[in-house]
């Protein structure tokens, strides 16, 4: 199966020398499966054309700076990218923004939330669990910077996991080949740290970025989620 990662944001310019791209992280995150999986990055952030519809087999979206209310030219042709791959049953992962546009594209609302940035590790209660997850601890921990947040899910979804900050973190949908997250488990700890550390200031209080930079000593659940997703490609395949 070849995953089509579709690159939405890139990493920060000063930040490039010391870490790969998003599309080779989530590469790097999901693996090869033992062979069953490759990667492609496409980046619709520089322009890159969107593959054909009818040859993908697999689609990651990537997080972004951006928010769905952006305008911007690639944006569309993503939403309907995202609802033809959905009425096809093509397996779709979001992440991030990727989580967010899936959102607004397939009937959801997307805004800026009220509650300000989402930052450092957060704690998702896991209050259902996919068959792709039925091993699932009740509380998964990951690395998250956001402002937006999906506000009303799409009608045609399931709350998977979430918190009092975000409650719809986690979304299946009910073609049961579409599923997002809001949080970032392709962002290893080294990663989310050199982010918070450079945002804080611009982005956020000094200390509001110590308080993240610091909760990111803590466990994370990146390698499980890799292995639901993992799962969830070869189930929906």
């Known amino acids: 199966m070849k995953v089509s990662v579709l690159q939405t944001g890139l990493v920060a310019e000063p930040l490039r020398n010391q870490f790969d791209n998003y599309g080779k992280m989530f590469a790097d995150l999901v693996g090869d499966g033992g062979g069953k999986f490759t990667f492609e990055t496409v980046s619709l952030i ?8 009818e040859k993908t087999e697999a689609i990651i979206i990537t997080g972004s700076a951006l928010g769905v209310y952006d305008q911007k030219p690639w944006m569309e042709p993503l939403r309907e990218f995202i609802r033809g791959a959905y009425a096809r049953s093509i397996p779709m992962i979001g992440v991030c923004f990727g989580h967010q546009i899936m959102a607004d594209a397939l009937g959801g609302v997307v805004e800026k939330s009220e509650k300000g940035w989402g930052l450092g590790r957060h704690e998702y209660k896991i209050t259902q669990k996919p068959s792709f997850m039925g091993d699932a601890p009740d509380q ?3 690395n998250v910077i956001h402002q ?8 045609n979804s399931k709350v998977v996991g979430g918190s ?6 986690m979304l299946e949908y009910d073609n049961g080949a579409a599923i997002s997250i809001q949080a ?3 962002f290893a700890n080294e990663y989310a740290t050199a982010v918070y550390e450079l945002r804080t200031g611009e982005l956020f209080d000094k200390a509001t970025g110590e308080s993240a930079i610091k909760s990111v000593g803590e466990k994370n659940d990146n390698m499980l989620m890799a292995e639901y997703f993992r799962r969830f490609l070869d189930a929906a395949s």
């Not at 937006?148 to 009608?155: A, I, M, N, T």
């Not at 009092?164 to 973190?169: G, I, K, N, V």
């Open 46 to 53: 520089e322009d890159e054309p969107l593959p054909p519809l």
């Open 140 to 142: 998964m921990q990951f």
């Open 148 to 155: 937006d947040q999906v506000l009303s899910p799409p009608p």
């Open 164 to 169: 009092e900050f975000t409650p719809y973190a």
């Open 184 to 186: 970032h488990p392709e």
